[in-house]
């Protein structure tokens, strides 16, 4: 074959398709090209409808004037430089048993005796 000399860079010459001729089909390829496809374009309407529940979640965290809600495991952070926000879902167990934990932290905070609040500020 002849080499085609191209910008000073030597390139093989390379026959173009026949005409009527097309690629064998490798069908574990094609299956795997198209189920890619399929879940990227779910992926990219599933982004869109993020972005557009973010914006809501925002817009109703400056209608209400927070910048932090906690209730009953779902914690929402506004962060108000970048204008976005932070979110945070527990399973109904598991907010239950750190709303427990939390409460027992408070209990032992407030078990001082006098002979230990002496020793702390000393």
Request: net charge neutral; charged share 35%; hydrophobic share 35%.
């Amino acid at each position: 074959m002849a080499k085609e000399k191209t910008n000073g860079a030597a390139k093989s010459a390379r026959q173009d398709r026949l005409p009527g001729m097309a690629d064998a089909k490798i069908q574990a390829l094609h299956n795997a090209a198209m189920d890619y496809a399929d879940i990227r374009d779910q992926r990219q309407a599933l982004t869109k409808q993020e972005v557009d529940l973010k914006e809501k979640l925002i817009g109703l965290m400056h209608a209400h004037k927070k910048t932090v809600y906690d209730y009953n495991g779902v914690h929402i952070e506004l962060i108000v430089e970048e204008e976005t926000v932070k979110v945070r879902v527990k399973s109904p167990e598991d907010a239950e048993k750190s709303e427990t934990k939390a409460a027992k932290k408070v209990d032992k905070r407030t078990e001082f005796n006098p002979a230990q609040e002496q020793a702390i500020e000393s």
